[in-house]
């Protein structure tokens, strides 16, 4: 697998993971609640995430990432957005780590690793 897709496939991971940690965390005298991204909009973080994921598998696996690097960008645009929208003074770590994926794949989608 070229270098390109591996890191594709790890950063759409860890955005598949951000999904299950806390969106969002209130603490009230004393007692913390947190929110998973799984309870909201993080599903279709998730949804998005798991098609870049699978994206990576998907061609010559030896050779970065061909038209498919358009679908993979545009996965890490619209997760960044949904994130974006959720963010407020309770923001967890799960929704930073789901935009900091989402910024990484938009950008990695483009950047070839390999030598020439």
Do not use: H, N
Request: glycine share 10%; hydrophobic share 60%; charged share 10%.
């Amino acid at each position: 697998m070229s270098k390109q897709r591996i890191v594709v496939l790890v950063v759409s991971i860890v955005g598949i993971v951000a999904a299950f940690l806390p969106w969002a965390t209130i603490v009230l005298f004393g007692v913390s609640v947190s929110a998973s991204g799984i309870e909201g909009d993080g599903v279709i973080t998730l949804i998005l995430f798991a098609v870049a994921a699978i994206l990576c598998f998907v061609g010559k696996r030896a050779e970065p990432l061909g038209k498919t690097k358009f679908v993979c960008a545009g996965v890490g645009l619209v997760s960044v957005i949904v994130a974006a929208f959720a963010l407020s003074e309770f923001s967890g770590i799960g929704l930073f780590l789901t935009i900091l994926a989402g910024i990484v794949l938009c950008v990695m989608s483009f950047v070839k690793l390999e030598k020439r």
